[in-house]
């Protein structure tokens, strides 16, 4: 039989535990043979590797993973009229989508967003408006991410959106009597509920997004925008980027912040490299996270 919301959740949980774990050494080791600067401009794609190492031993080789099994489910897809064990194909795309989808996407619209800003042809308003609206198909997926959680709270089956691509989803091979199976109705609908709240939640964002979007784009169509129009002032204005060059990035940094030594680079490079190692990255000098200070009005 189907397997519910709870189940799916579960033996989810049980397998990020084990994928953190194994990212966490990957990542450990990585570090001390790259060194900090490189390990951060591939941290994502080291992360997802080891996932996908994971995924590969299990799944993609025809096994279920130790979550699947702690609960008793096994991945099933619709073939045709039937529902069977996911084909080989099914199961790598699943694969692929699930450790890379989002950061291939992201590559995908930073690569898309470069071009537009290099492209000496465009008009400044044209160059603009492009670049509003890759920053809104970035903030879409996001959302897109959101609203399959929030339809998976309600109609269960798939909690990633790599599953719902691929068509896969789960039966229980548990007697219907047992612990996972018999939750109380109260809880059923409850998790009901907050699925139906997250899923106006989401639709409300992306309303918002939308609209904001629109409101910016006629506000350039009226200004003409002004002659001095560098690719980092149309850009992203959600988060601040400023002039000071972070190291580890070797992009202007993004929420500068200053370690106790003086040292200043992106609020999320330094946090990261300082999980790694409690030092900062230029003069090794002990810092703390909570020594870290945002610099504000840069
Ligand atoms: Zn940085
Ligand atoms: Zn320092």
Not at 16 to 42: C, F, K, N, P
Not at 73 to 86: H, I, M, N, S, Y
Not at 180 to 195: D, N
Not at 198 to 220: M, P, T
Request: aromatic share 8%.
């Amino acid at each position: 039989m189907e397997a519910k919301v709870g189940e799916i959740l579960r033996s989810t949980q049980k397998d990020d535990g084990y994928i953190r774990s194994m990212t966490a050494d990957a990542s450990q080791v990585l570090h001390e043979l790259l060194g900090t600067r490189r390990w951060l401009r591939w941290r994502d794609w080291i992360e997802a590797s080891a996932r996908a190492l994971f995924l590969a031993s299990s799944t993609l080789s025809g096994l279920q993973t130790p979550g699947e099994e702690y609960c008793g489910l096994v991945q099933a897809a619709r073939e045709g009229d039937e529902t069977r064990v996911p084909s080989t194909w099914r199961r790598a795309a699943f694969v692929a989508m699930n450790c890379y989808g989002t950061l291939i996407t992201e590559a995908l619209i930073k690569r898309l967003e470069k071009s537009v800003q290099e492209n000496e042809d465009l008009r400044l308003e044209a160059r603009a408006s492009l670049l509003k609206a890759l920053r809104l198909a970035r903030e879409m997926a996001g959302l897109l991410q959101g609203f399959n959680v929030a339809a998976f709270y309600v109609f269960g089956a798939y909690y990633s959106l790599a599953k719902r691509l691929s068509g896969i989803r789960y039966v229980s091979t548990r007697p219907p009597s047992s612990d996972f199976q018999s939750l109380p109705s109260a809880v059923e609908s409850s998790r009901r509920l907050l699925g139906y709240v997250s899923i106006v939640n989401v639709a409300l964002s992306a309303f918002y997004k939308v609209s904001a979007a629109r409101v910016e784009a006629v506000e350039i169509d009226s200004v003409e925008t002004a002659p001095d129009t560098s690719p980092s002032s149309s850009s992203s204005s959600s988060s601040s980027s400023s002039s000071v060059h972070c190291v580890l990035c070797l992009n202007s940094a993004r929420n500068p912040s200053c370690t106790p030594c003086g040292h200043v680079f992106c609020w999320h490079c330094i946090h990261s490299s300082l999980n790694a190692c409690p030092e900062c990255p230029l003069c090794r000098a002990e810092c703390q996270h909570s020594r870290v200070v945002p610099l504000m009005n840069l």
